[in-house]
């Protein structure tokens, strides 16, 4: 099973609103990944975590917090985001830690900032 | 620094036509290399992968070869189909401590009857 899953498929929120994107790998990979990406352009790395613990945050403001509370689970936890914020968040998970390690991603969640 | 650069298209062909889509890498090390597919409305798949000189990756029947000394990662296939209507992305992981994958801008691919 090579799959990654993210819930919900589209969200759709106000700026005041909070809510949470989750992914979910059962392939026991030990690093997951956030990535933004926006209409037209490449993914864009947000976070990285290695076993359980955060090693890579690429500046992303606060008002985006990941959080993985085991090795299967990763999520990313919204608050007071801005319309500009709306994007394709792609979760991503890999047998170890680079270097070399190949990246499966999941759909993806459609996020929607009114 | 690490940086790959893949031609912009769009990129428009009738079916079963030959495709070759050109990418480049500039790295420190010896980085593996991966072309990613993205089909409308819908996440990354992992296409193909390369991880040393000389490697061909292939799947699909899209084929790419690792060139050290042109410090290339064509992607090529000889028959497209209107199903590999996508947006392809070449990407690099670099070795030795960076965790991050570099992606080119994408290449979107329009394949018609």
């Known amino acids: 099973d090579t799959e990654v899953t993210q819930t919900p498929k589209h969200l759709v929120m106000g700026m005041t609103n909070k809510k949470s994107l989750k992914c979910e790998q059962h392939?026991?990979?030990?690093?997951m990944y956030w990535y933004k990406q926006k209409a037209k352009k490449p993914p864009e790395l947000m976070f990285v975590?290695?076993?359980?613990?955060?090693?890579i945050n690429e500046s992303v403001p606060s008002r985006f917090s990941p959080e993985c509370p085991n090795s299967s689970l990763l999520n990313l936890h919204l608050h007071a985001l801005q319309p500009e914020d709306s994007a394709l968040y792609l979760c991503?998970?890999?047998?170890?830690?680079?270097?070399?390690?190949?990246?499966?991603f999941g759909p993806g969640t459609r996020l929607t900032v009114l | 620094g690490n940086s790959v650069t893949q031609m912009e298209g769009p990129v428009t062909l009738s079916e079963e036509a030959f495709l070759t889509i050109n990418c480049t890498y500039t790295a420190t090390g010896y980085p593996s290399l991966f072309w990613y597919v993205q089909y409308p409305g819908e996440g990354l798949q992992l296409l193909l992968k390369a991880t040393k000189a000389d490697d061909k990756g292939s799947n699909k029947g899209f084929e790419a070869t690792y060139r050290k000394e042109t410090t290339s990662f064509h992607l090529e296939k000889g028959s497209v189909q209107v199903s590999d209507s996508a947006v392809y992305f070449c990407?690099?992981?670099?070795?030795?401590?960076?965790?991050?994958?570099?992606f080119g801008k994408g290449t979107k691919l329009t394949v018609n009857p």
């Open positions: 975590y290695s076993y359980e613990k955060l090693s």
């Open positions: 991503a998970s890999s047998q170890a830690p680079p270097p070399g390690s190949l990246q499966y």
């Open positions: 990407a690099l992981l670099t070795q030795g401590g960076s965790e991050k994958l570099v």
């Open positions: 392939m026991g990979h030990r690093a």
